[in-house]
């Protein structure tokens, strides 16, 4: 039997949970209820979109396949209608199905089968990525804030925005390089789970493509006149240096 992890440190959080197979829906509500969220579950679009007129969530964990509307259009309306998280947990796991999650707004995306555990844990990180995010200013200090630059990642357009302004196109390897550094910021992430992100073995061959990749990478940041906000940890993996957030 799998060991139910420990209740957040902080204050619970509330979770809805759109699945059509029902009994992985009452599984995963079970657990993360034991875990120490406050969950609920729906078995289709409908009913996601009748909880969600009776109470705010802070988490969407979304199925793609629903019997009556695609998961995609729901993250499609959290994203724009709400600021809840997005996780897509689905079967779907080729590159374009990932690459058609991201871009309609999920944080996160899984491929099952999953173990509860492992939903837990990341919904866990996820949390605590939350209460790491600075506060919004104060209207009278928006200003001021501006003046601090960042990098910004466009799901929509897979573009690299640079501090000064300047879009960079990406290819879709570029993307999802970035996306996953950026869901760690402060953290290396290590190579092997970047080959997985990406969709290469874990061989030489794809570790060199994956070098190959970020070279060109670095060229398209240097030619912009910017510094590369990617760092290399020798031997293990690669962590951002500069915040990038998503937009």
């Given at each position: 039997?799998?060991?139910?992890?420990?209740?957040?440190?902080?204050?619970?959080?509330?979770?809805i949970?759109?699945?059509?197979?029902?009994?992985?829906?009452?599984?995963m509500?079970?657990?993360?209820?034991?875990?120490?969220?406050?969950v609920?579950?729906?078995?289709?679009?409908?009913?996601?979109y009748?909880?969600?007129s009776?109470?705010?969530?802070?988490?969407?964990?979304?199925?793609?396949?629903?019997?009556d509307?695609?998961?995609?259009v729901?993250?499609?309306?959290?994203?724009?209608n709400?600021d809840?998280?997005?996780?897509?947990?689905?079967?779907r796991?080729?590159?374009?199905?990932k690459l058609?999650?991201l871009?309609?707004?999920?944080?996160?995306?899984?491929?099952?089968?999953?173990?509860?555990?492992?939903?837990?844990?990341?919904?866990?990180?996820?949390?605590?990525?939350?209460?790491?995010?600075?506060?919004?200013?104060?209207?009278?200090l928006?200003?001021?804030?501006?003046?601090?630059?960042?990098?910004?990642?466009?799901?929509?357009?897979?573009?690299?925005?640079?501090?000064?302004?300047?879009?960079?196109?990406?290819?879709?390897?570029?993307?999802?390089?970035?996306?996953?550094?950026?869901?760690?910021?402060?953290t290396?992430?290590?190579?092997r789970?970047?080959?997985?992100?990406?969709?290469?073995?874990s061989?030489?061959?794809?570790?060199?493509a994956?070098?190959?990749?970020?070279?060109?990478?670095?060229k398209?940041?240097?030619?912009?006149?910017?510094?590369?906000?990617?760092?290399?940890?020798?031997?293990?993996?690669?962590?951002?240096?500069?915040?990038?957030?998503?937009?």
């Open positions: 039997m799998t060991q139910q992890p420990s209740p957040p440190a902080n204050t619970t959080k509330r979770i949970i759109v699945e059509d197979d029902q009994d992985l829906l009452e599984n509500v079970k657990y993360l209820t034991l875990a120490g969220y406050e609920t579950g729906a078995a289709s679009a409908r009913e996601f009748s909880h969600l009776r109470q705010p969530y802070m988490l969407a964990v979304l199925d793609i396949g629903l019997p509307q695609s998961g995609l729901l993250a499609e309306y959290v994203r724009k709400t809840m998280w997005i996780i897509i947990l689905t079967a796991s080729t590159l374009d199905d058609a999650g871009k309609c707004g999920a944080d996160f995306y899984l491929v099952k089968p999953i173990d509860c555990s492992e939903l837990a844990a990341t919904i866990a990180n996820l949390f605590v990525r939350i209460n790491e995010t600075p506060s919004i200013p104060e209207p009278e928006l200003k001021e804030a501006e003046t601090f630059a960042q990098w910004k990642l466009e799901r929509n357009n897979w573009m690299l925005i640079t501090p000064k302004g300047d879009s960079i196109k990406l290819t879709s390897k570029e993307f999802e390089f970035l996306t996953s550094l950026s869901l760690r910021s402060n290396i992430v290590a190579r789970d970047i080959l997985k992100t990406l969709d290469y073995p061989t030489e061959q794809a570790s060199h994956l070098e190959s990749m970020i070279h060109r990478l670095r398209k940041i240097e030619e912009a006149n910017c510094v590369f906000p990617i760092k290399t940890s020798h031997g293990i993996g690669y962590c951002l240096s500069a915040d990038i957030i998503r937009i």
